[in-house]
């Protein structure tokens, strides 16, 4: 594969690079200022949606009427430089995972209801996957939904640890629907209201300093046709989906765009490292770019129909695990004033949260252990129990 861009895809990132610097310095401390006051990991709907929808990012690749015609590299190329200037895009993906999915299974009704909204970023989402009892074992998920007299579902359950539930509109949740099935059969994928009767969101506090939520369905009543593409076979799409996050950056463009703020405030400085030092930089500098290039195979091999699960879980092994190692090397590297919260030093205390946020990022998305269980039944066919 090359890894190098085409000509449309650098022409796609020099523009994009150039909307970007239309945010002010008051503009990024709206945005972090909205972030904590709604307890948000990337999100900042007032400051940070409205621009977004001007700048034709929403839905790439999506198949027509509501996508936009691109590459899956072309999405990764405007996620990377979003990403890397520290915009808040954690709504933006989520979005787009329920919106890809809708795109491509339907139903039409419920595709037609929620991706123009998607699209403009007028409705927000959050994805019920993980269980209190279940672990990393999305497979042991004991939320149900059972047919009423009139044809509709009710749900019964709990989800644990659920992102952005407390801003969503709509929570798209995986919940077992044939009474009889058991693991990855009998699942479908509910379009629930958030904040439908019988619906209740908690606050969970993380030490990455922001908040997730435990999500409780009390029998709450879904309609028929908001089971996202066929009920019963939610499991496959899940596949998809999970591959698609885990193939996302968890951790490592934010560790080049911290990386990139130490190295010039340095050069500005006139700082001076000792060799020791300007090694493990030069390794840091590696193992990030190793990392990126492991993202956009990934998704090279997604555009040639090609599966790339086990490459999918080794870049969410990866992107925590070097994540870790940068944030560590700078709040060493900075001293005193890196290990506290709230530093007046910005970068330093940027860099303590860091450390906090990229420890979490083993866990979230599945954690490391289950990744590498992934890798080495899918990819490297080891009997993993």
């Keep these: 594969m090359q890894f190098r861009l085409t000509a449309a895809e650098r022409e796609l990132r020099d523009r994009l690079r150039a909307r970007i610097d239309e945010f002010s310095a008051e503009d990024m401390d709206a945005m972090r200022t909205e972030m904590t006051e709604l307890e948000s990991d990337r999100q900042a709907p007032t400051v940070f949606h409205p621009w977004l929808t001007t700048t034709d990012t929403a839905g790439m690749g999506w198949p027509e009427p509501y996508g936009r015609p691109s590459t899956q590299t072309e999405r990764f190329v405007a996620h990377e430089e979003l990403d890397s200037a520290g915009l808040p895009t954690y709504g933006l993906e989520q979005a787009e995972a329920v919106g890809w999915m809708l795109a491509l299974n339907g139903p039409e009704k419920l595709a037609a209801e929620h991706l123009p909204h998607i699209i403009d970023q007028s409705w927000s989402y959050a994805g019920g996957y993980s269980e209190p009892e279940a672990g990393s074992d999305m497979l042991a998920l004991r939320t149900r939904a059972t047919d009423d007299a009139d044809g509709n579902l009710v749900v019964s359950g709990q989800k644990m640890w659920t992102s952005g539930a407390h801003l969503a509109d709509w929570i798209y949740t995986l919940v077992r629907t044939e009474p009889d099935s058991e693991r990855h059969r009998g699942l479908s994928l509910l379009m629930i209201d958030a904040h439908a009767p019988g619906v209740t969101i908690q606050p969970v506090r993380v030490m990455g300093g922001w908040r997730v939520n435990a999500c409780f369905f009390d029998d709450v009543v879904v309609p028929r046709d908001h089971v996202i593409g066929e009920r019963g076979k939610g499991w496959s799409m899940m596949t998809r989906a999970l591959d ?85 090397w700078l709040v060493d590297i900075l001293g005193d004033e890196a290990r506290l919260a709230d530093s007046d030093d910005e970068l330093a205390a940027d860099a303590e949260q860091f450390l906090r946020a990229s420890t979490v990022l083993s866990i979230i998305g599945g954690t490391s252990e289950i990744q590498r269980r992934i890798i080495a039944g899918r990819y490297l066919g080891l009997p993993v129990g």
């Design 244 to 328: 698609l996050e885990r193939s996302m950056s968890f951790g490592g463009r934010e560790a080049r765009l911290m990386l990139s703020r130490y190295m010039s405030r340095a050069g500005e400085a006139g700082t001076s490292l000792t060799d020791g030092q300007y090694a493990e930089l030069a390794d840091h500098i590696v193992d990030l770019q190793v990392e990126r290039l492991l993202g956009q195979q990934i998704v090279a091999m997604g555009e040639r129909g090609e599966s790339a699960s086990g490459e999918a879980s080794m870049s969410k092994l990866e992107g925590p695990a070097v994540a870790q190692r940068v944030a560590q």
